[in-house]
């Protein structure tokens, strides 16, 4: 059998440098799973479903409409605050909207003329109006991803885990669960 004796610290007790090891080891620890998920559910409620991103070379978010681009404009405005930029892309796309709508040439008897070539140019504005949902939640995605993947969130998650550390910064919460585990009972044999 051998002992071993092995002192353990918390991630706030390390020193600057085991800090900063134990950082660049988790850099994904807040992204290692769907940290999207809330990003996805909060489009989907504004009618928005996104269908992949890429933060990397790519960079680009994919989206579609549920039901409708009116559909989608109401949601946002109705629980979107006035400052985000999803809000501020909709109140553009209503302007947009409203502005070719009552600007678009009538007959004598009050009624739209040329249909097609205003539905061909409110078309034009619903497909405008998607990319820049799209882009803003691009945008979204990125600043969230920066957030979780910053020093201070990470250290944050470390820290409200409680996980163990050697003191040079490596985890060590494993060897600490294991010192608490009890032996295996052996059976006697007769």
């Not at 946002?76 to 501020?88: A, C």
């Not at 009552?102 to 205003?118: F, P």
């Not at 078309?123 to 969230?144: G, N, P, T």
């Amino acid at each position: 059998m051998k002992t071993i004796q092995l002192n353990l610290y918390h991630f706030s007790e390390l020193s600057e440098r085991a800090q900063k090891k134990a950082l660049a080891d988790h850099q994904d620890f807040n992204v290692s799973h769907s940290w999207w998920d809330w990003l996805y559910a909060d489009a989907e409620e504004a009618g928005l479903k996104i269908t992949g991103f890429d933060l990397d070379r790519a960079c680009y978010c994919n989206a579609e409409f549920i039901h409708d681009a009116i559909y989608t404009a109401t949601q946002v405005r109705l629980n979107h605050g006035e400052k985000t930029e999803t809000m501020q892309v909709t109140v553009a796309f209503w302007e947009r909207r409203d502005h070719t709508v009552n600007t678009w040439t009538r007959d004598v008897h009050g009624e739209l003329e040329n249909a097609e070539e205003l539905d061909t140019a409110l078309d034009s504005i619903e497909d405008d109006y998607l990319k820049a949902m799209s882009i803003a939640y691009l945008r979204l995605l990125d600043k969230v991803y920066d957030e979780l993947t910053s020093d201070g969130a990470i250290a944050e998650s470390l820290t409200a885990n409680k996980y163990w550390f050697t003191s040079d910064g490596k985890i060590a919460t494993r060897i600490d669960r294991l010192s608490t585990e009890k032996e295996p009972s052996t059976a006697s044999g007769n």
